[in-house]
């Protein structure tokens, strides 16, 4: 409120200089512009009569010193200030009237709503104390009720107890001479159980020990050198494996010439497919490659006798690890099982 007074009162002020400063400026216009006036009239004296009337008027006009200009317009801001410091109070002093009036009839409202709160309230609490007392004797009757059916059937539950308990004991006497029974039986057979299980665990072991016989057997077999003492033999099937890898490379070599031979052949000349020539030479030339390849297994099985030559393994066969006869050993070359097992193959 007192900042929207003191804006409000400023403004007379501004309007009262403004109005003294405007006529500050007319009194200088008019004191600026009567010389001009007197000038020119000197002038139009000389070509034509001047009015003397209309200079009579002009002299007339009263020329203000600058200490009375300053004087008034300090006058004139001393009232224009009292003037707003008047209305300010006056409006402020009705601003607080009202707004005691205002607070006045706020707290007569509040007072008033105090009143009708307090008096809810104390209905309230009246209606809520009876309401409590309502619900306290119904509980209490409901409790009374309920201890009485929880009583009622508690005997009964204690009879049906009895009668269940004297029906249990004649039921549990009838299952512990059955269970009696069933154990008895349980332990006839776990007797027989354990002696056969006694009877087959002996089996078992016996089982156990012929096996590791036959696998120490075996073991043995399948680290033998059946003709390791008989240097002479394994150095005579040395010089016969020898011959012959150096045979079977001279085949796999002219088999390879062949077969080559027949591709540059089949490239320079041409064929006519109606005879049926380029099938056969591709077939003739297949059979060749398939033939070095089957050489070249030999050789790899050859170089293999010769190392096991070397350790004194050679002449064992591979699937039932005993010795090869040596007519076998001298026919075939080389040869790494025995007659009967290559007959089962």
Do not use: W
Request: glycine share 2%.
């Amino acid at each position: 409120m007192p900042s929207s007074a003191k804006t409000t009162k400023k403004a007379p002020t501004k309007k009262v200089v403004a109005k003294k400063n405007v006529s500050k400026a007319s009194a200088k216009k008019v004191v600026k512009k009567a010389p001009a006036k007197k000038a020119a009239g000197k002038k139009v004296a000389k070509k034509a009569p001047v009015k003397k009337s209309s200079i009579k008027k002009v002299a007339k006009k009263p020329v203000l010193s600058p200490g009375q200009k300053a004087a008034a317009a300090k006058k004139a801001k001393t009232l224009a200030t009292e003037k707003a410091r008047r209305d300010r109070d006056a409006k402020a002093k009705a601003a607080e009237t009202k707004a005691l009036a205002r607070q006045k009839s706020l707290d007569a409202a509040r007072a008033k709503k105090e009143r009708e709160a307090n008096a809810r309230t104390l209905a309230k609490e009246k209606a809520a104390l009876a309401k409590a007392k309502a619900l306290a004797n119904a509980k209490a009757k409901k409790e009374r009720d309920a201890k009485a059916k929880v009583a009622a059937k508690e005997r009964e539950v204690a009879r049906k107890a009895r009668e269940k308990a004297a029906v249990e004991a004649k039921k549990q006497r009838e299952i512990d001479a059955k269970r009696k029974a069933i154990e008895a039986e349980k332990l006839r057979k776990l007797r027989e159980i354990e002696r056969r299980d006694a009877e087959e665990h002996k089996r078992q072991e016996r089982r156990e020990a012929e096996e590791r016989k036959r696998l120490e057997a075996l073991e043995r077999k399948m680290h033998s050198k059946p003709y390791a003492e008989d240097t002479a033999f394994l150095e005579e099937l040395r010089q016969l494996l020898m011959e012959t890898r150096v045979a079977t490379t001279a085949q796999i070599a002219v088999s390879e010439s062949e077969a080559n031979e027949m591709l540059v052949d089949r490239e320079r000349l041409e064929y006519d497919d109606e005879d049926g020539s380029s099938v056969a030479s591709d077939i003739q030339r297949d059979q060749l490659k398939d033939f070095a390849s089957a050489l070249r297994l030999k050789v790899d099985e050859i170089d293999v006798a010769l190392s096991r030559i070397d350790d004194g393994s050679y002449g064992r066969c591979d699937e039932c690890y005993e010795a090869i006869s040596q007519p076998r050993l001298r026919a075939q070359l080389p040869v790494f099982t025995c007659v009967s097992c290559r007959a089962s193959v």
